[in-house]
């Protein structure tokens, strides 16, 4: 039995190259990402249940992988792998140790776990640098490609590692947020290899106007809190409505942003304080950058606001003070306004520093053609927390900056080219998908969960061969077994992953 999990952000070896510095550019918004495993001593060598000692989780290993396989001719590049089989037993035929839910069901089933560096995340680099030539064959598409490819042909260090193939052995495919889209897409677009899979927080339904990522954040926020959130975002959106320079001077100055040209990186700048509730986990405890911006709103002279907050005229001030005193500086450091937050300086050398292992380069390219996921402000008839001067368009710019000639370069938001997010949600059936054997998992308070089966628009409920597992966690907690330990419904979301995947193996049986 193997376990592979598809890698995109890099957590394990960091590269060496000599590189020249990135010029500064704007503040990059988060993107799906997993959270940071409590990674064991990495040097040291592992010991297998039956005493047999194995390389260090930390060891690299080497797949040739084709560049392109619409063009097989083309060519291999170097894709690495991390593998373990400290848990493997012959005859059964990291995130690789057991304090994440691989590991643990590697541990269960005595299964093999492999972890596979996405195409262009980190040190698997079909050509050299992140040119728009060169990402031309990063697509959804190749990396489901690769995935199916890798468990076809690879020969995996350890004993019987040339007789792996699905077929001969039952692989599990497993990932979170991005990496657990995939995990959805690779099953329904080539069924037959993955015999089940397991997916966390999985991104699946491509949507250009996210404006649902505050969603869940502000139901789950403190009712004080959103209430003067949304009261002062509403009267920015009505002051740079008015058109008065006077008084949208007035109002950036509030916040200490006079600098900022524009008001869209203005409104765009209110989003940062939402941006640290995707760092909380079940274990995260209180305080934290995102209760602390809370507190700043609700805390006057030491009293709590109630339920409906202290109104517009205290929330401004206090939001504004909050990033005079003491926000600014901890997002920005010393760097004055338009470079950290401004985003209209198209000649900054920042948008087209094509240098590799740039996990962010690689991800906007994958917004600006495929995703979209761009954070905005909710529809007008809904309440939000964030400014609706922000629109996809303001995304949708910044891909020309980043990519010249792959998207228009100096343009008007009419002239743009929009990811194609309903071709991938045709391609790979986005949060409709019907696939069997695939556990979806995940937490009510994760900011992505607008775009997974679990958003409150999902019109797939689940089923018992395709289980919808939902725990109190927020992004990919259920991945860890650490979280598990602070959450006891992560614990019985975990435990119930388990417990299928057992249950689903024990039906499993090789093929001719
Ligand atoms: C221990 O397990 C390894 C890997 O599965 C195998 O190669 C080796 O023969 C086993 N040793 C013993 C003593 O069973
Ligand atoms: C995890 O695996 C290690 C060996 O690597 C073992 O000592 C430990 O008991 C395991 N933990 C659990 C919770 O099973
Ligand atoms: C009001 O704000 C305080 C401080 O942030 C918070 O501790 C409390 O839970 C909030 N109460 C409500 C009802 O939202
Ligand atoms: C973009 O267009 C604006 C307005 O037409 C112009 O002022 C600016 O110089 C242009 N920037 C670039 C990089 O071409
Ligand atoms: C969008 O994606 C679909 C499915 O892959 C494809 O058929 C279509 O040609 C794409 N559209 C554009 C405009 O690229």
Redo the contacts with the bound molecule.
């Keep these: 039995m193997l376990l592979l999990q598809f890698l995109a952000p890099v957590l394990l070896l960091r590269s060496v190259t000599a590189r020249p510095a990135r010029a500064k550019g704007p503040l990059e918004p988060p993107h799906p990402r997993l959270p940071r495993t409590d990674l064991p001593a990495e040097e040291v060598p592992v010991t297998s249940r039956n005493g047999t000692q194995l390389p260090p989780y930390s060891y690299s290993y080497v797949f040739e992988q084709l560049i392109d396989h619409n063009n097989p001719s083309l060519g291999t590049f170097r894709q690495r792998y991390w593998h373990t089989y400290e848990f493997y037993e012959p005859g059964y035929t990291s995130y690789l140790t057991n304090s994440t839910i691989n590991g643990r069901l590697a541990q269960e089933l005595n299964g093999a776990t492999v972890v596979l560096e996405h195409r262009f995340f980190g040190n698997s680099n079909p050509y050299q640098d992140l040119s728009v030539k060169s990402l031309a064959v990063l697509t959804v598409q190749q990396a489901i490609d690769d995935l199916a490819y890798f468990a076809q042909n690879v020969h995996l260090p350890m004993p019987g590692g040339d007789q792996l193939a699905p077929g001969n052995a039952a692989w599990i495919l497993l990932g979170g947020s991005y990496g657990g889209a995939l995990v959805s897409y690779a099953m329904a677009n080539k069924p037959g290899i993955f015999y089940a899979g397991y997916a966390s927080s999985a991104v699946v339904q491509a949507i250009v106007d996210f404006w649902g990522y505050f969603e869940p954040i502000r139901q789950a926020m403190p009712a004080n809190c959103s209430a003067d959130v949304e009261a002062v975002i509403a009267h920015v959106d009505s002051v740079i409505a008015s058109g008065d320079s006077t008084q949208i001077d007035a109002l950036k100055s509030t916040f200490g942003l006079q600098g900022l040209a524009h008001n869209d990186d203005f409104a765009a700048a209110l989003q940062q304080n939402f941006f640290a509730w995707q760092d909380l986990q079940p274990d995260s405890g209180p305080g934290g950058d995102f209760y602390e911006f809370c507190d700043a709103l609700e805390v006057k002279n030491g009293v709590n606001a109630g339920p409906s907050g202290w109104g517009l005229t205290n929330a401004l001030q206090a939001w504004g003070n909050y990033w005079k005193a003491t926000y600014y500086q901890q997002i920005c450091g010393d760097d004055d306004v338009e470079t950290c937050l401004g985003t209209y300086d ?2 900054n050398p920042y948008w087209t520093y094509t240098y590799i292992d740039n996990a962010q380069r690689s991800w906007q390219w994958m917004l600006c053609n495929e995703f979209g996921f761009y954070f905005d402000g909710a529809p007008s008839s809904l309440p939000t927390v964030t400014s609706r001067v922000v629109t996809p368009a303001y995304g949708e710019r910044q891909c020309g900056y980043r990519f010249p000639g792959a998207f228009p ?2 343009t008007t938001a009419s002239a743009v080219k929009v990811p194609n997010a309903s071709g991938v949600n045709g391609a790979y059936q986005g949060w409709e998908t019907t696939t069997q054997r695939l556990i979806f998992a995940n937490g009510i308070n994760d900011p992505w969960r607008e775009a997974t089966v679990a958003a409150d628009g999902s019109p797939n409920a689940g089923s018992d061969s395709q289980p919808h597992l939902i725990s109190d966690g927020f992004h990919c907690s259920d991945m860890l077994v650490r979280e598990g330990a602070a959450s006891a419904k992560v614990k019985s979301v975990q435990d119930a992953a388990i417990a299928y995947m057992k249950e689903w193996f024990a039906q499993w049986s090789p093929s001719a």
């Design positions: 198209a000649t370069g100096n």
